[in-house]
């Protein structure tokens, strides 16, 4: 059923497929909201090896203004990675379902705040950068910290540099000759992991696609569906707390 599809996606329990399968539409998340992100704001926010390298370039050209809004920047990435961490021991102390699920919920809440008042954000400072960028980079800080923490750091969503170098690794190995089968030790590409690696990427690009479009048709409302569907991966759990509590 899909509300038990769900419930294992996003509930305190865990599994090597519905990390995967959720690491997949995460992904898919992370690229729209990245690519549609970039065209409102003008910068990528779901990495932060760009914006570091950008943070030097700039202190060595002198431009230090421009290095504080990188360093904004990546102090907001950082305060959404720890609010997940708060949030996920939290639940977990009191072993309530939601573990993984409530910061899906307020990642789900901030794009909700980001395509309903976009327009308005984008006048108001929040550390040294508009309330828009910070809230993405808090955003994929956020989401990239429950992705690592329920798959024990196994999967990434918010960037693929790591994704697409584990695919380079394996096509080295699938070219590899091995001279004969008795070779020790035996060099094969993992295949199964080729197609989960390639998942990851495809999906992020997908959203991503979905994103740029969508945010060149109809602006900040764009990041509404994203919204939805991270409220609908994070619904069952909640729920499932709620009615133990009721009980």
Same mark, same amino acid.
């Given at each position: 059923m899909?509300? %038990?599809?769900v419930?294992?996606? @996003?509930?305190?329990?865990? +599994?090597?497929?519905a990390?995967r399968?959720?690491?997949?539409?995460?992904? #898919?998340?992370?690229?729209?909201?990245?690519?549609?992100?970039?065209? +409102? *704001?003008?910068?990528?926010?779901?990495?932060?090896?760009?914006i570091?390298s $950008? $943070?030097a370039?700039?202190?060595a050209?002198?431009?230090? &203004?421009?290095?504080?809004? /990188? $360093?904004?920047a990546?102090? =907001?990435?950082?305060? !959404?990675?720890?609010? /997940?961490?708060?949030? *996920?021991?939290?639940?977990r102390?009191?072993?309530?379902h939601? &573990?993984?699920?409530?910061?899906?919920?307020?990642e789900?809440?901030?794009?909700?705040? #980001?395509?309903?008042?976009g327009?308005r954000?984008?006048a108001?400072?929040?550390?040294?950068?508009?309330?828009? *960028?910070t809230l993405?980079?808090?955003m994929?800080?956020l989401?990239n910290?429950?992705?690592?923490?329920?798959? %024990?750091?196994e999967?990434?969503?918010?960037h693929m @540099?790591?994704?697409?170098?584990?695919?380079?690794?394996e096509?080295?190995?699938? /070219?590899?000759? %091995?001279?004969?089968?008795?070779a020790?030790?035996? *060099? $094969?590409?993992?295949?199964?992991?080729?197609?989960?690696? =390639?998942a990851?990427?495809?999906? #992020?690009f997908?959203g991503?696609?979905?994103?740029?479009f !969508?945010f060149?048709?109809?602006? #900040?409302?764009?990041?509404?569906?994203?919204?939805?569907?991270?409220?609908?991966l +994070?619904?069952?759990?909640?729920?499932d707390?709620?009615k133990a509590?009721?009980?």
């Amino acid at each position: 059923m899909p509300i %038990n599809y769900v419930r294992r996606l @996003t509930g305190r329990q865990r +599994a090597a497929q519905a990390n995967r399968h959720l690491g997949i539409a995460l992904a #898919f998340v992370a690229g729209a909201a990245n690519a549609g992100g970039f065209l +409102a *704001v003008r910068q990528y926010t779901s990495h932060m090896t760009g914006i570091l390298s $950008a $943070a030097a370039d700039d202190l060595a050209l002198g431009a230090i &203004e421009a290095a504080i809004d /990188c $360093a904004g920047a990546l102090l =907001a990435f950082m305060a !959404g990675a720890a609010c /997940c961490a708060i949030m *996920v021991n939290f639940a977990r102390r009191r072993r309530l379902h939601s &573990e993984f699920a409530l910061p899906l919920l307020l990642e789900a809440l901030l794009l909700l705040a #980001f395509g309903v008042l976009g327009a308005r954000l984008q006048a108001i400072d929040v550390l040294v950068l508009p309330a828009t *960028v910070t809230l993405l980079c808090f955003m994929m800080g956020l989401q990239n910290a429950v992705i690592t923490k329920l798959s %024990n750091a196994e999967i990434r969503t918010t960037h693929m @540099t790591g994704i697409i170098t584990d695919l380079g690794i394996e096509a080295g190995k699938a /070219c590899y000759w %091995n001279r004969d089968d008795q070779a020790v030790p035996l *060099v $094969a590409a993992d295949w199964k992991r080729v197609r989960i690696l =390639a998942a990851l990427v495809g999906s #992020f690009f997908i959203g991503a696609l979905a994103g740029a479009f !969508g945010f060149k048709a109809i602006g #900040f409302g764009a990041t509404l569906p994203l919204a939805g569907v991270l409220l609908a991966l +994070a619904a069952v759990p909640i729920y499932d707390d709620l009615k133990a509590r009721l009980r």
